[in-house]
Nanobody, 121 residues
Framework: QVQLVESGGGLVQAGGSLTLSCVAS????????MGWFRQAPGKEREFVAR????????NYADFLKDRFTISRDRGGNTIYLRIDSLKPEDTAVYYC??????????????WGQGTQVTVSS
């Protein structure tokens, strides 16, 4: 099992920035790809970004328009999601996900509890 713990959420004014963190522990193994999803009120959970186990490859959802940056500690199992120019529509619970693979699986095996991000206008 892999345990994921997110942090960094909170209430932020529109236009501000926020950095979320996620620490993976447990049986991360040699390959542990990780990523972020989010679920807004009344909507389905959606993919945001992912980063490969080495940190060399990143992918983003098309709708993000360069406001989101995913990164990873070198050689570690902590990832970050920086969100710039926050908008009220970014309000959601942000979930960290992981899979024991080089690239995050389409349906990750492991999920964190989520961290709430609320953007006020």
């Amino acid at each position: 099992q892999v345990q994921l713990v997110e942090s960094g959420g909170g209430l932020v004014q529109a236009g501000g920035s926020l950095t979320l963190s996620c620490v993976a522990s447990g049986r991360t193994g040699d390959e542990c790809a990780m990523g972020w999803f989010r679920q807004a009120p009344g909507k389905e959970r959606e993919f945001v970004a992912r980063i490969s186990s080495s940190g060399a490859t990143t992918n983003y959802a098309d709708f993000l328009k360069d406001r989101f940056t995913i990164s990873r500690d070198r050689g570690g199992n902590t990832i970050y999601l920086r969100i710039d120019s926050l908008k009220p529509e970014d309000t959601a619970v942000y979930y960290c996900a992981a899979s024991n693979s080089v690239i995050l699986a389409d349906h990750p095996s492991y999920w964190g509890q989520g961290t709430q991000v609320t953007v006020s206008s």
